[in-house]
């Protein structure tokens, strides 16, 4: 097992990636700390995983709220004992509205969840890492991360800013025992379609226009195959990259 031994926080793990990210997180050894905004849905992940008697609790977790990120790696040390593993996974789509039709009120909500909740994670648990000597972070960014034609300019610039997060973060703390790396993900087949609101007919038919080149959908599990690795020791020389797992799709700009 990969992951004997060691913790992970995943966010957004009710659904989609992140519920795949701690099924398999779980199934290599992790004791996995599910967050999610939906409790509900992050209790039937930790159900599952328990089911098969694999450990994992449930916390609710809105990753826009400073106070419940906070909380969020102090459970984990209440519940575990320590945190090695924190994905970065929740994230919300916007309309695929360009700059000239963006509102403030959604800029702000897609980045407060997409990037600013992704900073704060990391802020709190690096002193941690540091403390320990060692940790792993993957963030789940998007092929959004740096092409300009997969979704809106909230969700685009959101997900440039999670990339460049983690290159700096990669940077900064490389000789302190502490990885970071983000996944940028293709066209998956989850639930985002739900978190997408007044949608852009212009934007989406501009951002359609590249979409007949990705071969296929990926599925949750080809993610989670994907984070497992950079989480595990396979990757301890892998440190402030961007793997991306689209299929091919971007192999074609
Ligand atoms: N599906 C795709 O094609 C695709 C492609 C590239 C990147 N991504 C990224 O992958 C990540 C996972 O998305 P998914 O496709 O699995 O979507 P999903 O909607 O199936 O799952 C996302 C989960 O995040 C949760 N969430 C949303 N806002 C939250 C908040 N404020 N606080 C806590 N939890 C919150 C949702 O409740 C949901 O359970 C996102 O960051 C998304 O941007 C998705």
Known sequence: MKLAGKTAVVTGAASGMGRAIALRFAKEGAKVLVTDMNLAGAEETVAEITGKGQQAEALQVNVAEA????????????????VDILVNNAGIMDGFEPVGEITDEKWDKIFAVNTTGVMRAMRKVIPLFQEKGRGVIVNIASTGG???AHAGVAYGASKHAVV????????????????????????IETNIGASMSNISEFGMGRAGMTHGLSPRNGQADEIAAAALYLASDDAS?????????????????
């Open 67 to 82: 106070a419940d990120v906070e909380k969020m790696i102090d459970t984990a040390v209440e519940t575990f004992g320590t």
């Open 146 to 148: 740096f092409s300009g």
């Open 237 to 253: 020389f892998v440190n402030g990259t961007v793997l991306t797992v689209d299929g091919g799709w971007t192999a074609a700009f």
């Open 164 to 187: 460049g997060i983690t290159k700096n973060t990669g940077f900064m703390y490389a000789k302190e025992g502490i990885r970071c790396n983000a996944i940028a993900p293709g066209a």
